[in-house]
């Protein structure tokens, strides 16, 4: 790899300068960038060239439509990550890394929140923060990009090549669930079985870039059982945006028994048999931060007491997710000390 240009004087160069590079480098935009970091646009340019200055060569080509490396900034990105990469790691050693930065999906899933509640308490030292990616494949991205740490979700359901990049540690077979409309046939029904649901379309995030390892699960949990999956819908965000959607469609939501209650909306557990989503805590391969082994001790202490690795004698798993959570990574706790 050819030497980076020599500062005049070998003076000492500023963390901060390349992270605001690095930003810029990888979101190509600067006001995202800003964004990430969480930091004045207007800061985060003078950084951008101050670093170009103390480099003395020219890192982006600006337009006021877009922003592209150029050769020395191509050139700079490996030794900018490989700095910031060795400033994490040493101060994660000496207890003054960053927050750990940890994505519970969406605000109203219990798993994840408990997990994230536990480590807490575990390492109440340390700065724990809950980030919301809605999905485990569009998280994973943010995890191979560095601007996530770990996230919850079906492991097995994520292309090969991203799970090549990510370790995981199963946490849960949490059951699974139907969101129906207050006025639907099914909604007096204390559980609904399956097979009630023949002949229904249900919504299972189909044409989410974010979520379709959710869809593949209800793919395979629908096949040959008569239920159709809801085709792609626009992306409701918020609650009132997917009142307003659901009762548009009336089509029945898959999700887990956790899932909040809606306005107008009831959920209720699948049965016959009753099918499970495998829960597994991911992170990218590598990753040292302090508060890390709270948040597997925090999953590995709830799993065991509150029974999430016992499936129903009726339940459902596709065997390509039980395949994966026999493989996953164990972390062994003593429950008497914790």
């Known amino acids: 790899m050819p030497d980076l240009p020599e500062l005049p004087g ?10 605001a590079f690095l930003a810029v480098a990888e979101e190509l935009h600067f006001t995202r960038a800003a ?11 003078r ?6 200055r103390e480099l003395g060569a020219e890192l982006f080509v600006r337009t006021t439509r877009l922003v592209t490396l150029t050769s020395d900034g191509e050139r700079l990105l490996p030794y900018a990550r490989r700095v910031l990469d060795a400033q994490d790691e040493l101060l994660a050693a000496f207890g003054q890394a960053r927050p750990l930065l940890v994505d519970l999906n969406s605000p109203g899933l219990a798993t994840g929140r408990r997990v994230l509640h536990r480590a807490r308490e575990l390492a109440p030292e340390q700065e724990i923060m809950a980030r919301f990616e809605s999905g485990l494949t569009g998280a994973a991205a943010e995890l191979l990009a560095g601007r996530l740490d770990a996230s919850f979700g079906r492991y097995a359901g994520l292309d090969p090549a991203l799970r090549a990049m990510l370790d995981h540690q199963f946490v849960r077979y949490e059951p699974m669930a139907v969101v129906l409309p207050e006025d639907h046939p099914l909604a007096p ?5 399956l097979a009630a649901l ?18 593949d699960l209800a793919h395979r949990l629908f096949d040959g059982r008569g239920i159709a999956v809801a085709p792609p819908a626009p992306l409701a965000v918020g609650v009132e945006e997917f009142e307003r959607l659901m009762a548009k469609t009336g089509h029945p939501v898959l999700a887990v028994v ?23 805590l991911v992170w990218r391969k590598g990753l040292v931060h302090p508060a890390f082994d709270a948040l ?3 999953a590995a202490e709830l799993a065991a007491r509150e029974g999430w690795f016992r499936r129903p ?16 990574i164990p972390f062994t706790i003593d429950l008497h000390d914790s």
């Open 10 to 19: 070998r003076r000492p160069l500023d963390p901060r300068l390349l992270r």
């Open 35 to 45: 964004a990430r970091l969480y930091v004045a646009q207007q800061a985060l340019s």
């Open 47 to 52: 950084d951008v060239r101050r670093l170009e």
């Open 189 to 193: 029904l204390p559980r609904v079985p």
């Open 198 to 215: 023949e002949g229904e379309t249900v919504y299972a995030g189909a044409g989410n870039p974010r979520t379709p390892e959710w869809t």
């Open 258 to 280: 956790g899932f909040p209650a809606l306005p107008r909306t009831v959920v209720r557990p699948l049965v016959d048999p009753v099918p499970l989503s495998p829960v597994s």
């Open 296 to 298: 597997r001790r925090a």
């Open 313 to 328: 004698e009726t339940g459902w798993i596709p065997a390509i997710d039980e395949s994966a959570a026999n493989r996953s």
